[in-house]
């Protein structure tokens, strides 16, 4: 690790690696700084990514994907099964990575790119100059080194400190994090290539449990139910040791892990003098699927793209980085987590009989394009009441 | 003030993101607690395996 980069980013997820990849590859220098020992380890992910959304920034290989997806399966709060495919019988949809490898492998991409990384390394400060982000102090094995940087990345995650340390609230409401646990379980009975997402008051308070396929008999179990319904006896774990005893009695935990998804509204800026946000740090977790993986990959691609634009004409202020949120905001990912933010908000006041009744309306779908938007249009169009139900929502649906 | 069972803790962050107070920080597999901890109780509400708890001093 150097003393000064033109891009220093804080974390080694995809959204950092893939920061910092970008940014070296657009003729800057960056280093990427992970607190913890090893790169993609503890994973806190239930590693689901759709299959054009993860092609769009790497090739699939089998080093790093578990499972091969055909379909998925939305179980109502009556254990009504609705099954999902994709019109292409046995067409692959989406993957089930194995993030541990994964997340290697795009930092590995990034160093042979030229990027520097330096692990069990923690930003614990930033350098602020008359208010501007000039890089961080990093701690590692008890010395501090100080780092300046044109432009800081903060890619620091849900557990995120280093916008709020430069004075940016990312204060997740209590009603909008996803309180989660999950297992890695082997030796269960379950179809090993449909997701499936089991829906209710009883199973996942407004949340969701899910299985998510990583082998013939092998499955991330995980849960994630509202910070607002979470509480002594009644936490995500005890929802999911509730389940895993009532439907997989016989199988036998080989992982587990806890996490905390956001699920509200992404920052109100994720700029300011010579920083940027990007990823579950930026709060740009899909909110209807608590999926982050691609986002994160998005939002650190076009912040490196915008810093390096802006560090070549020396501007690294607050308006000129605000180039970046605008255009995250106006892309395609930006559009679709304010729809699904309000398909979220939705859904989670239904009671369970509504539920039960839209899940019903639709027994078995084949969708053109496997996507929630296309999932949703095909509850609408078999419910042509819940237009009405909806209200303005529904113009951004069409 | 706030007590971490650390032999519950699964050190995932989850409390740590609704601080309102940014009292609480995850140093690797460490949950730190500053003095800015209000011990109001929204993170021992949260946290998805019960590690946390707010404990009222006498």
Same mark, same amino acid.
């Given at each position: 690790?150097?003393n ?10 995809? +959204?950092?690696?893939v920061? !910092? ?19 993609? !380890? ?6 689901? =990514?759709?299959?054009?959304a993860?092609? /769009? ?9 578990s ?25 692959k ?5 194995d ?5 290697? /492998?795009?930092?590995?991409?990034a ?27 990093? /701690?590692?094995?008890?010395? *501090? !080194? ?22 940016? $609230?990312?204060? *997740? ?31 996942a ?13 092998? +499955? ?40 905390g ?6 920052? $109100?800026?994720? *700029? ?27 939002? %650190? ?7 390096? /634009?802006?560090? %070549? ?39 369970? !009989? ?14 053109? $394009? ?9 509850? =609408? ?15 951004? =649906?069409? | ?8 803790? &699964?050190?995932? &962050? ?7 107070? &940014?009292?609480?920080e ?13 011990s109001? &109780? ?17």
């Amino acid at each position: 690790m150097k003393n000064n980069y033109d891009v220093l980013v804080i974390g080694g997820g995809p +959204a950092g690696a893939v920061a !910092a990849k970008t940014a070296v590859e657009k003729g800057l220098s960056a280093c990427i700084v992970e607190k913890r020992p090893a790169i993609g !380890a503890p994973v806190r992910c239930a590693e689901g =990514i759709g299959k054009e959304a993860l092609c /769009e920034f790497i090739d699939p290989d089998p080093c790093w994907i578990s499972a091969e997806m055909t379909g998925a399966g939305i179980v109502a709060p009556d254990g009504f099964l609705m099954e999902l495919e994709s019109k292409f019988a046995g067409n692959k949809v989406g993957y089930i990575l194995d993030r541990k490898f994964f997340d290697r /492998e795009l930092v590995w991409r990034a160093a042979e790119a030229g990027v520097d990384v330096a692990v069990k390394s923690r930003a614990s400060a930033p350098i602020m100059e008359n208010g501007c982000v000039k890089g961080a102090k990093i /701690e590692c094995c008890g010395t *501090v !080194a100080k780092v300046t940087a044109s432009v800081v990345i903060a890619a620091d995650g849900v557990e995120s400190k280093f916008s709020r340390w430069c004075g940016i $609230d990312t204060t *997740v409401p209590i009603r909008e994090i996803m309180s989660s646990v999950q297992y890695l379980m082997a030796d269960i009975d379950i179809n090993p290539h449909i997701t499936v997402f089991y829906l209710g008051n009883e199973v996942a308070p407004e949340g969701y449990l899910w299985v998510f396929p990583k082998g013939e008999r092998c +499955a991330n179990v995980g849960i994630g139910i509202s910070g607002k319904k979470s509480g002594e006896g009644h936490r995500a774990k005890d929802y999911l040791d509730w389940f895993v005893k009532k439907s997989f009695p016989d199988g036998k935990p080989i992982e587990y892990i806890a996490g905390g998804v956001s699920v509200c509204r992404p920052l $109100d800026c994720t *700029v300011a003098d010579g920083l940027m946000i990007v990823g579950d740090a930026a709060r740009v977790v899909d909110p209807l699927t608590g999926g982050g993986i691609y986002n994160g990959m998005f939002t %650190g691609r076009l912040a490196a793209e915008v810093a390096a /634009e802006c560090i %070549g004409t020396c501007d690294v202020s607050k308006t000129a980085l605000m180039k970046y949120d605008k255009t995250w905001r106006a892309s395609k990912m930006g559009k679709a987590i304010e729809r699904n933010y309000h398909i979220k908000e939705y859904l989670i006041r239904q009671p369970d !009989a509504k539920l039960n009744e839209i899940i019903h309306s639709v027994s078995k779908l084949n969708l053109k $394009d496997f996507s929630t938007l296309s999932l949703i249009k095909e509850i =609408i169009r078999v419910n042509p009441k819940l237009m009405l139900e909806l209200g303005t929502l529904a113009a951004s =649906i069409r | 003030m706030l007590k971490v069972h650390r032999d519950i803790c &699964g050190y995932c &962050g989850c409390c740590v993101s609704v601080c309102s107070e &940014g009292a609480l920080e995850l140093i690797d597999a460490y949950l730190c607690v500053e003095k800015s901890c209000t011990s109001c &109780g929204i993170c021992a509400k949260v946290c998805p395996l019960g590690a946390l708890e707010v404990v009222h001093e006498k």
